[in-house]
């Protein structure tokens, strides 16, 4: 392979060469100049089949609507038209949306503190020298990451219904007061922490992870020139680490936009939370509730569109200000 | 050049796959319509009922065999979302040839052209069904769209027991049913004779329906909506009264903690449909033999309606190739004494057919219920009750918003939050129709 590169190379600068070897050299030189693109191929295909193709697909809806002549009944009654821009706008308009918006983001300023603080903090005592039994209890805090979403909104459900839950049991029984906890504010502090139980696990492990890099004679180094552990960690240690930490919160910022299973989960259990509470299940309740695919996909390519904004704005900004904090 | 050929022979290996795929499936699509034309015909039917699979076997035994006719029954998730799916394969030509579809999804699934009319196959079985369930499958035409399967009118579930402890009568009207909660908030603070749930909007429009409510009618060319009318009105007022004056509990229903609440006795009174006794058997099993049923409380007294809550059809779909065998396993499955008896032993069901409703499977009352020996006979009594209804073409749009207004009008405990939720519902759903292009009368 780099053989026949380098002939392109000279092929391409030699122009005073035999028109023998000159033919030759195209020859190869043309297939290999080929040959990314014929390693690429599947992938592009895959890419154009099942990522391309659907968005594609999703915006040529939100462009369309059904329109009814009459009562609608019999058949030909229905056909789908040209709407132009009226599902964004009507989406784009519609309190709901805004207010389901909200909701998540105040959702998310609990969620995304809370959920990436703990992951530091257990990434930093699993760290610490002394720390016994760090593989168990890297494992036990991992492991509700293990249970998958719904089943996790299920569980917590029963332990916040106070009829059902042994710890209202508890609270009742110790003679404390019992907040109910599916209802206003407290419904942020349920939902969030549900997420807040099953995502800890995996930003501890990706955290955890840089930090097992970080070479040891830059904290003997630290030792030496007398630093404490908690100065380790605060100086050396999250500095360090802040790339992942960057990740983490990137992910956790696009998982808490596209919150849907636990508040679907806990919708049947509570008046509190509507269909709609969040965005996308707005748009799972217009596509399949409604029956309005049109609305649906429009509403979809807001929430992509203000998904790649946020967190790609997000990244920028981390980008700029560590190549500042390196120019310094 | 080695490199060419290597590249080359993967581009023909992946384009052979790739045909062969393509092929595979032709093959297997053409395959299974030359057997139905050959062989005996075979259909699909989308159903969400239990042991639907074992009725078709019986089907496919016996008259299916003689008439040549097989059935696949395809087991479906229950309600709005077999609404969506069956509209999205019919959009793609690939419907079931047969479909349970619950009675307010009829004009849905009509309007957007999944139901065939089905008037000419299903000639003679009209008086199989009493008249209120037999307008759904019409709409109020003189076209059929689907079969009646089964209904589920409205009754009154107490505790007997409890009710003797509290000193309890049973209400036979909504008045007595409001003093009733009253009472025994009274005599025991701690307990609630019912709950009002926003989660089942069909319990409301049950209701609504015995009220008198006619929420979609058609006018010439132009629908009419009248979800916020008098009717309605009383009955939300009415709940949203009891629910603001902390009369009754106001949580949802299909709870872990509504179960529990069923089960201990802190409810103990439900208005559901016939039906209740499959749920209360699996939500409260400590409680089998305590409770009775009664008719619904009527608006006035010497009244006698109720409303129906669930209940479902089977229809045919336009896709299907074979009407006529389609109509004629849906007739055996609907009117059919075997089949029928069948439905009710492995389904659960009650029959929409009037024969049906008393003797053979149903002479029994269910375990839950052995001290009510007569509860069967009773309910079909109040099954011949059952106030028309009128479903328009969006009825998931009203439901869905029913959920979300009321739900929130029931947190808020207020009675004026029950009105505007009920007119709430009226505009989105005339919104929602106009925004379809329906002409919609004012």
């Not at chain 1, 392979?1 to 000159?22: C, E, L, Q, V």
């Not at chain 1, 219904?161 to 206003?184: I, N, T």
């Not at chain 1, 802040?242 to 808490?256: D, G, Q, Y």
């Amino acid at each position: 392979m780099s053989g026949t590169t380098m002939n392109t190379g000279k092929a391409a600068h030699g122009s005073g060469r035999a028109p023998r070897a000159r033919s030759r050299t195209r020859a190869t030189g043309g297939s290999v100049r080929r040959a990314p693109y014929a390693f690429l191929f599947p992938a592009v295909v895959l890419f154009l089949l099942f990522f391309v193709l659907p968005i594609g697909y999703a915006v040529y809806l939100s462009l369309r609507k059904v329109e009814v002549k009459g009562l609608g009944l019999g058949s030909g009654a229905r056909s789908e038209v040209w709407t132009g821009l009226s599902n964004y706008t009507a989406a784009l308009s519609d309190s709901e949306l805004v207010n389901g918006a909200l909701r998540v983001l105040g959702y998310g300023a609990i969620v995304v503190p809370v959920m990436l603080g703990s992951a530091l903090l257990f990434a930093l005592m699993l760290d610490t020298e002394r720390v016994r039994l760090t593989s168990f209890t890297r494992l036990a805090i991992f492991l509700p990451y293990a249970i998958p979403g719904v089943i996790a909104a299920l569980l917590w459900g029963f332990l916040y219904l106070p009829s059902v839950s042994p710890f209202y049991f508890l609270l009742d029984k110790a003679g404390l007061p019992q907040p109910d906890l599916l209802d206003g504010g407290p419904l942020f502090i349920a939902l969030s922490n549900i997420a807040i139980w099953g995502g800890t696990g995996f930003n501890m492990i990706v955290i955890y992870t840089s930090l097992r890099s970080i070479p040891v004679e830059v904290y003997e180094a630290a030792k030496l020139d007398g630093c404490s552990p908690l100065q380790i960690a605060l100086r050396i240690k999250i500095p360090m680490v802040a790339p992942s930490l960057v990740l983490t919160f990137f992910f956790s910022i696009i998982a808490t936009l596209q919150v849907f299973a636990e508040p679907t989960t806990l919708r049947p259990l509570t008046n509190s939370v509507s269909t709609t509470w969040s965005p996308l299940m707005k748009v799972y309740q217009d596509a399949f509730g409604n029956n309005d695919i049109y609305s649906a996909a429009a509403q979809a390519v807001i929430i992509a569109v203000a998904t790649l904004v946020l967190s790609f704005g997000f990244l920028r900004v981390a980008n700029a200000r560590s190549k500042q904090e390196e120019a310094r | 050049m080695q490199f060419t050929m290597r590249r080359r022979l993967v581009a023909t290996s992946i384009a052979v796959a790739l045909g062969a795929t393509t092929l595979a499936a032709c093959s297997s699509d053409s395959d299974g319509k030359d057997a139905a034309d050959s062989g005996p015909v075979s259909l699909t039917y989308w159903a969400w009922a239990p042991g639907m699979d074992k009725v078709a076997a019986i089907w496919n035994k016996g008259p299916g065999k003689e008439a040549g006719i097989q059935v696949t029954v395809k087991k479906q998730a229950s309600g709005d979302e077999l609404v969506t799916k069956i509209i999205t394969a019919a959009k793609a030509k690939k419907a079931p040839d047969l479909v349970q579809a619950e009675y307010q999804a009829i004009p849905t699934l009509v309007s957007n052209d999944v139901l065939a009319d089905i008037t000419d196959e299903v000639k003679g079985t009209k008086d199989k069904f009493a008249p209120g369930i037999w307008q759904q499958v019409t709409l109020g035409t003189d076209s059929a769209y689907a079969l009646p399967q089964d209904s589920g009118p409205l009754m009154f579930y107490y505790r007997e027991d409890l009710f003797k402890k509290y000193e309890l009568t049973v209400p036979t009207t909504w008045d007595e049913f409001a003093e009733t909660a009253r009472k025994l908030k009274k005599e025991d603070s701690s307990k609630a004779l019912t709950t009002f749930s926003a989660n089942d909007s069909g319990q409301f429009a049950g209701l609504a329906q015995q009220a008198g409510a006619k929420w979609w009618t058609t006018e010439g060319q132009k629908w009419k909506v009248s979800i916020d009318d008098a009717a309605t009105k009383k009955v939300a007022d009415f709940w949203g009264g009891l629910v603001e004056e902390g009369a009754i509990d106001n949580q949802p229903m299909y709870t872990p903690a509504w179960n529990k609440a069923l089960n201990t006795g802190k409810q103990i009174a439900w208005v559901s449909a016939v039906w209740a006794p499959g749920v209360l058997t699996t939500g409260a099993p400590d409680t089998a033999g305590k409770w009775a049923m009664a008719p619904l409380p009527q608006w006035s007294k010497g009244e006698n309606a109720t409303g129906s809550w669930g209940g479902s059809s089977t229809g045919i779909t336009n896709d299907s190739q074979h009407k006529e065998a389609a109509a004629k396993f849906a007739t055996w499955l609907n009117t059919d004494e075997e089949a029928l008896a069948a439905m009710v032993k492995e389904g659960g069901i009650y029959p929409a057919a009037t024969a049906a409703q008393t003797g053979g499977a149903l002479s029994k009352a269910p375990d839950f219920f052995s001290n009510q020996p007569d509860f069967y006979t009773k309910a079909a009594e109040i099954a011949k009750t059952t106030a028309p209804s009128a479903w328009g073409p969006n009825v998931n749009v009203a439901y869905t918003t029913f959920k979300d207004a009321f739900g929130k009008a029931a947190k808020a405990k207020s009675k004026a939050q029950f009105e505007s939720a009920l007119t709430a519902m009226q505009d989105d759903t005339v919104t929602d129709m106009k925004k379809q292009g329906f002409e919609v009368a004012e």
